[in-house]
């Protein structure tokens, strides 16, 4: 199976998954095989990250709290299972905000620079300050999904932030690589195009602490 075959089975993958999320979350929120589809895979995602970075103290305690919140959820405590859902929905994009902006800070390599060197081999001084701007513009998107969804939550039925967090964030990601892969061909066409599994490959070998060099 080649490259753009596996992205659309995962494309549609996605797809059903959000569907199904949404409808659990509505019909749901707080049996416990719903609770374990829903936070399952991101909690796993994040302890898998943490145990394969040297943190497994971290990792163990994280999972010991994911579970325990999890169980007194199901079991009708005092956190509501939608507490948990919303928790996780901006939880997981301000946290990727921290981390994208921290890469901003003098003495830092944008995180987006990082990759594009990583692809590309090395950065040119119009691709390093384009790539700066790319790593802001993805601060700006965390930022904003994250206070709309917890604005949805306060103001909207849980019905209506439901269908955000899991319908129209993945759709707004797609929408983000799609524009940024447009405008940054159409700005500067003399960057060298890339194929999608060599940016994955870029993202899958990144290190955070090689990022602390000198700033592009």
Same mark, same amino acid.
């Given at each position: 199976?080649? +490259? ?34 829903? %936070?399952?895979?991101?909690?796993? %995602? ?56 921290? +890469? ?28 700066r701007k790319v790593t !802001? ?8 999904? +994250?206070?709309?969804?917890?604005g949805l939550y306060a =103001? ?21 690589? !799609?524009?940024?892969? %447009? ?13 999608? +599994? ?14 602390? =060099?000198?700033?592009?």
């Amino acid at each position: 199976m080649d +490259t753009r075959a596996r992205c659309l089975l995962g494309a549609a993958g996605g797809l059903a998954y959000a569907v199904l999320s949404h409808q659990l979350m509505t019909r749901a929120a707080d049996q416990p095989l719903a609770l374990l589809a829903l %936070l399952g895979p991101m909690a796993g %995602l994040a302890l898998l990250s943490l145990w394969r970075g040297g943190r497994r103290v971290l990792a163990a305690l994280l999972g010991g709290v994911c579970l325990a919140l999890a169980v007194q959820a199901a079991q009708g405590g005092r956190i509501p299972p939608q507490w948990l859902y919303l928790g996780q929905h901006a939880g997981i994009h301000f946290g990727l905000g921290v981390w994208f902006a921290s +890469t901003l800070r003098p003495g830092r390599q944008p995180l987006i620079s990082a990759l594009a060197e990583r692809t590309h081999g090395g950065l040119s001084p119009a691709l390093a300050g384009y790539t700066r701007k790319v790593t !802001a513009a993805w601060c700006v998107y965390f930022a904003v999904m +994250t206070s709309v969804s917890l604005g949805l939550y306060a =103001g909207a039925p849980f019905e209506a932030w439901s269908l955000f967090a899991n319908v129209l964030t993945p759709l707004s990601l797609v929408l983000m690589f !799609a524009a940024e892969y %447009l405008l940054r061909y159409r700005l500067h066409p003399e960057f060298e195009r890339v194929g999608i +599994t060599a940016a994955i490959h870029a993202w899958n070998s990144y290190d955070p602490a090689q990022g602390r =060099g000198e700033p592009q």
